[in-house]
């Protein structure tokens, strides 16, 4: 396996100078195309900081103060962020720092586990630059969300799994690593199992066979720092919401199926394939020769390409039929993109050793090398500078939809009202009004009411749903006009007040927003006219509350 150099530090610097340099492109295309306005991409980035808001104040894990719930799948981020939450500055400052950090962080871990793989030292910094360019990892770094913590920590520790493999007497920590990975993304208590499979899998020598083994000492000396890392977190949830899943893990999956779905794993390959698509077709070679040149116990294992199969092959099942699990855009599976990349380049640099010689290329050697980085690199390139546009687009999204209908609460209606929302992210931290979250998430009573009501006669659970807004009783209602269709034939009970258009919606669960009243709406809950003024698209988001 190949060494750093000890001026290893020289492309370091100059593979962080790459990943800031295509961040601040997009943040430049984002304050140039929103006339110097700045935010999220995603609601669920204010959810994130609600939680950790009513964390830092001492409400501990709670969407609405007071009322404890298991609503966040990233403890970690959310424990972060926290801490963030006490500095000075605009909301938006603190996220994107973090996971901009984590960001460049992930693209040295990245160089880390291709040199663990026995990648040479040009190759290794060939991945680290991929995943720089690669537009949803840049997306990410400014999204405010755990995606970057989440593939810091899941790079870094199939990194030290690697080099725990190769070197038996290092101390194990690989298995706390991918602990902490864990409290970053349910998806990381999968990866731990992996890992604890690799290391118990004794692969061939010449003269023997794949075969399990027992290595006591290496994952029994591991378990002792992951259980101390993951101990805090899973006593919290399970105090909390009476099990170790956050309750979205209850609002997204609904498994109806045990094999896995050839459409949803072509849906995954196309989210990789879009903005990587040479990358992402060497990644597939790369694991079938990951999986051939195993030979010996001082081998740095199979972890990256298990994951690769593992986590699409997982979801795929988890996932209800026709509703692909995948999160907005794709971002449950943008943590695979440093592996694509490392097995990317695996696959490369052995195909060259291979084939490279035996075509006795000569002269054409340079002009053939020119023409494959050209593949490489165009599409990526491409797809990086579409991906700044989507960015920004995706920011104004959030902006003239939920953050607009929060700065109209905050001016039209008394903090005292209940309010029944289905994006929630934006109210909670923007508004001191107590949510009813129609998703499940912050609420997750809502979630055995509807399914409770499932039958033939009602598939949807329709009646649940009912019945859990009159034991609610909000005095508004803030949804999408798909979830309204829900009530559409009660227009007597659930009048609407007006509806907000999102122009240009890409990001959003639909880009039209209805206001209703309820039966049990309050009419003092208005605080300037009996008839609520039509909040304007665009307006300026609030203040947070103090």
């Known amino acids: 396996m190949p060494n750093l150099s000890r001026t290893a530090w020289i492309p370091t610097f100059a593979l962080w100078a790459l990943g800031l340099l295509v961040v601040a492109g997009y943040f430049a295309s984002e304050w140039m195309l929103l006339s110097g306005e700045v ?38 981020w959310t424990a972060l962020l926290a801490l963030l939450t006490l500095l000075p500055g605009h909301p938006v400052l603190w996220p994107t720092v973090a996971a901009i950090f984590f960001h460049l962080a992930s693209l040295s871990a990245t160089v880390r586990l291709a040199h663990r793989h026995g990648v040479g030292q040009v190759a290794a910094w060939v991945a680290g630059a991929l995943v720089a360019l690669t537009s949803w990892m840049a997306w990410s770094a400014l999204s405010g969300m755990e995606i970057c913590l989440f593939t810091f920590l899941s790079v870094a520790g199939m990194a030290r799994h690697a080099r725990e493999r190769l070197e038996p007497d290092l101390p194990p920590l690989a298995f706390a690593v991918l602990a902490l990975a864990a409290m970053a993304r349910p998806e990381g208590f999968l990866l731990l199992l992996l890992a604890a499979f690799d290391r118990s899998f004794e692969l061939p020598t010449s003269d023997s066979s794949a075969r399990l083994r027992w290595p006591g000492g290496p994952i029994l000396g591991g378990l002792l720092p992951a259980l101390v890392a993951l101990a805090p977190a899973l006593l919290a949830l399970r105090w909390v919401g009476g099990q170790a899943l956050p309750t979205t893990f209850g609002a997204k999956v609904e498994p109806d199926h045990w094999l896995p779905s050839t459409a949803y794993l072509d849906t995954v390959f196309g989210i990789l394939f879009r903005p990587q698509p040479a990358m992402t077709v060497l990644a597939l070679v790369g694991t079938a020769l990951l999986f051939e ?37 794709g971002r449950y599976f943008f943590p695979l993109f440093p592996v694509a990349a490392v097995l990317a380049v695996l696959a490369g640099e052995r195909l060259a050793k291979r084939v490279g010689p035996a075509l006795h290329l000569g002269r054409l050697a340079i002009p053939l090398r020119a023409l494959l980085a050209a593949l490489l690199l165009i599409p990526t390139l491409g797809a990086l500078a579409q991906g700044a546009g989507r960015f920004a687009q995706n920011v104004a999204n959030v902006r003239d939809g939920d953050l607009t209908l929060a700065a109209w609460v905050r001016a039209e209606v008394h903090p005292d009202a209940v309010l029944a929302v289905q994006d929630i992210g934006a109210f909670g931290f923007f508004t001191p009004n107590r949510l009813v979250d129609l998703a499940g998430i912050a609420t997750p009573e809502v979630q055995r009411a509807v399914r409770s009501a499932r039958g ?31 009530l559409e034939d009660r227009p007597e ?43 304007s698209s665009g307006a300026t988001p609030p203040e947070p509350l103090n």
């Open 293 to 329: 040149r195993v030979a010996g116990r001082r081998h740095p294992g199979l972890l990256p390409g298990l994951w690769w199969i593992a986590l699409p092959l997982a979801y795929s099942v988890l996932s209800a039929s026709g509703r692909p699990l995948v999160g907005n855009f």
């Open 456 to 486: 033939p006669a009602d598939p949807i659970g329709r009646a649940g749903m009912e019945s859990f807004l009159e034991r609610q009783r909000p005095d508004l209602l803030l949804v999408f006009d798909t979830w309204f269709r829900v």
């Open 39 to 76: 935010g999220f991409p995603l609601d669920d980035t204010w959810i994130h900081l609600t939680f950790a808001e009513n964390l830092a104040a001492g409400f501990g894990l709670s969407y609405n103060p007071g009322e404890p719930v298991a609503g966040s799948t990233s403890p970690l």
């Open 493 to 535: 009970e659930f009048p609407v007040l007006f509806v907000v258009e999102v122009p240009g919606n890409i990001t959003l669960g639909s880009d039209r927003i209805v206001v209703a009243t309820t039966p049990w709406t309050r009419p003092e809950i208005f605080l300037r006219r009996a008839t609520p003024s039509t909040p």
